[in-house]
């Protein structure tokens, strides 16, 4: 059995960007959970549920370098920036992320909503001739924050989903 060893975290949740928030909002037994009709206003009747735990800030996406930000959709955009978050936690230098041993491990349930919802909608109206846009299977496939963030990170070793 190999051993792993955790030195570094990072977040994006509802209560806010980076651990410190999320730890600050959880010992302080402070709900991030809010009624939706407060949250959407008039769009709210269109869900069947009335609770949400949206996020209060994202990270600024200009954050991450353009070349990889084209085939990013917001999901690997917040994955991106929690682990930046956990390697400036570890203390690591960037150089350690070319290091085959230096990995990731990450896991979402699906690939960007609102990416695969503009590539639907695109191929469906056949703005693009029948052809998908390449750059929306690096935003929509379920392991678009494992990829993106080891492509944009350098990382040479294991990436799991």
Not at 64 to 93: E, K, Q
Request: hydrophobic share 40%; charged share 15%; glycine share 10%.
């Amino acid at each position: 059995m190999n051993r792993v060893l955790i030195t570094g975290y990072g977040a994006v949740s509802p209560y806010g960007i980076g651990a410190e928030k999320l730890f600050a909002g959880l010992f302080a037994n402070r709900s991030a959970v809010v009624n939706i009709r407060d949250w959407l206003g008039a769009r709210a009747p269109a869900f069947h549920c009335q609770v949400a735990a949206p996020l209060q800030e994202s990270p600024d996406p200009r954050e991450v370098p353009r070349t990889f930000r084209r085939n990013m959709g917001p999901l690997a955009i917040l994955a991106y920036r929690s682990c930046v978050d956990a390697i400036a936690h570890a203390a690591l230098p960037q150089s350690a992320a070319g290091s085959p041993g230096f990995g990731i491990v990450y896991s979402s349930t699906s690939g960007s909503a609102q990416a695969l919802e503009e590539s639907f909608r695109d191929y469906l109206e056949d703005k693009l001739g029948g052809v998908p846009n390449s750059g929306s299977f690096f935003k929509i496939m379920s392991h678009t924050c494992t990829a993106n963030v080891a492509h944009a990170l350098g990382l040479r070793g294991i990436a799991y989903s």
